[in-house]
């Protein structure tokens, strides 16, 4: 017998809101997320598993271009059955049923028979992964400077029960309450175009997150909102003419995912880890100096870490096109080391793309540092940073060594002050400049 498994919303994670009037989040997010939770109860009861009979004892059921309930079988070391849309098993030639490793051949030359007629593709998850983070920090807050079971100095307490945990190896502010409210004050308004990005973590997918932007005597502004709850992750509205787009996610619950928010102008995309989810043209955020943070928790706990605010998000050809250099943000390093952290990865496989795109450009990688430490110390961690991304683009992404040079600058170059986090998180950074 082949079990089924379908897509059921397990998401939980967070909420970015930019919510309208004078309606305020606390007054609000009862109601919404009974909704929520009603909703996606209703359609867990509709996609109840059921038997089907065919070819492959104890093989998983998933439908054709569901990546995540393919990967999620996988990795369990279970056996794979492609279906259609329909949720009918897809078979090859022979009657058998087509599975995921059977699709994977087809993508190493070999016709994939579950693809046929269909024009999907493996990888179809992360194909409209279009995510480029701002290259101007505005606030960044890893709380690695503050003591564990504090709260954190950079963020504004307005309510709820919350504190700083090691956890998984980083550090996370854990929400204990059920209803728990922060904000965050930006050194300007947020401009035309901005990213935001945040670990979160959730055992249900009955909590949810909302980030709103607020005007200086604190009030609400603005009339739409992002959400991440409920199972969904988009822009919802609370007034009459805003825009809703809400997507589905099974993913969320009882591991870290990293939220991302691209805005540019009236534009909005919302995405979890790879996948992007909402893409809106008239979304219509409010621009603000300060966000409040709002996190309604139901289940036991809830975790929000790595918060990153910056202005601008260009793509990388876009920018050396214009100015011959661009910063890079997204390259991150350990503390006082040159090891790469694992959520570099995607931004290395974005320059190694480009570079394997336009193979004309050669690139100078500039390592930057802020002025914490010894000066020369820091030029010489700056250097060995530089060789750290070359080395990976080189060695993991098959890109020609001579076309990338290095260089160590320490804090000798610094775009921004070295008196605040801020600036600091800034300063350090990598930069690529075109040759």
């Known amino acids: 017998m082949i079990s089924v498994r379908r897509t059921v919303p397990t998401l939980l994670l967070a909420t970015v809101v930019l919510l309208a009037g004078c309606a305020t989040v606390e007054e609000s997010v009862e109601d919404e997320v009974d909704e929520r939770v009603q909703d996606n109860v209703d359609e867990g009861v509709e996609k109840t598993a059921d038997k089907v009979e065919g070819g492959i004892e104890n093989a998983v059921k998933c439908a054709v271009g569901d990546d995540e309930c393919i990967e999620d079988a996988q990795e369990e070391g279970e056996t794979v059955v492609l279906t259609d849309e329909d949720g009918n098993v897809k078979r090859d030639e022979n009657g058998d049923p087509v599975t995921a490793s059977d699709r994977s051949a087809g993508q190493s030359g070999q016709q994939d028979p579950s693809s046929q007629n269909t024009g999907e593709a493996v990888g179809e998850a992360s194909a409209n992964y279009d995510f480029k983070p701002g290259e101007r920090t505005l606030f960044a807050e890893d709380f690695s400077d503050d003591n564990v079971g504090d709260f954190p100095r950079s963020l504004e307490f307005r309510k709820g029960s919350m504190e700083i945990v090691e956890w998984k190896g980083k550090r996370f502010v854990r929400v204990s309450s059920a209803e728990s409210v922060f904000r965050v004050s930006l050194p300007e308004e947020l401009p035309k175009r901005f990213t935001m990005s945040f670990d979160f973590y959730t055992e249900e997918w009955t909590d949810n997150m909302y980030i709103t932007p607020l005007d200086a005597s604190g009030e609400v502004i603005g ?209 690529l400049v075109k040759q």
């Open 223 to 431: 009339k739409n909102y992002f959400h991440v709850g409920g199972g969904e992750l988009g822009v919802g509205t609370r007034e009459d003419g805003g825009v809703k787009s809400l997507e589905q996610s099974r993913k969320g619950s009882n591991q870290i995912v990293t939220i991302r928010i691209m805005v540019d102008g009236s534009y909005a995309k919302t995405y979890m880890d790879k996948k992007r989810f909402a893409n809106i043209p008239n979304a219509n955020i409010a621009r603000t100096s300060t966000l409040r943070f709002d996190i309604s928790r139901l289940s036991d706990q809830a975790y929000i870490g790595n918060i990153r605010i910056a202005g601008g998000g260009r793509d990388l050809y876009s920018a050396l096109q214009e100015e011959g250099r661009v910063a890079v943000q997204d390259i991150r390093f350990d503390t006082g080391e040159a090891t790469l952290k694992p959520e570099s990865d995607e931004t290395l496989k974005e320059v190694a793309t480009l570079l394997r795109e336009h193979p004309e450009l050669d690139l100078l990688i500039e390592g930057h540092t802020d002025n914490t430490g010894d000066f020369d110390a820091n030029k010489t961690l700056s250097e060995e940073r530089a060789q750290a991304v070359k080395a990976t683009l080189v060695e993991d992404h098959g890109i020609e060594a001579g076309r990338l040079k290095t260089v160590g600058l320490g804090s000798t170059q610094p775009t921004a002050p070295n008196d605040t986090e801020e600036g600091r998180a800034e300063n350090r950074r990598v930069e």
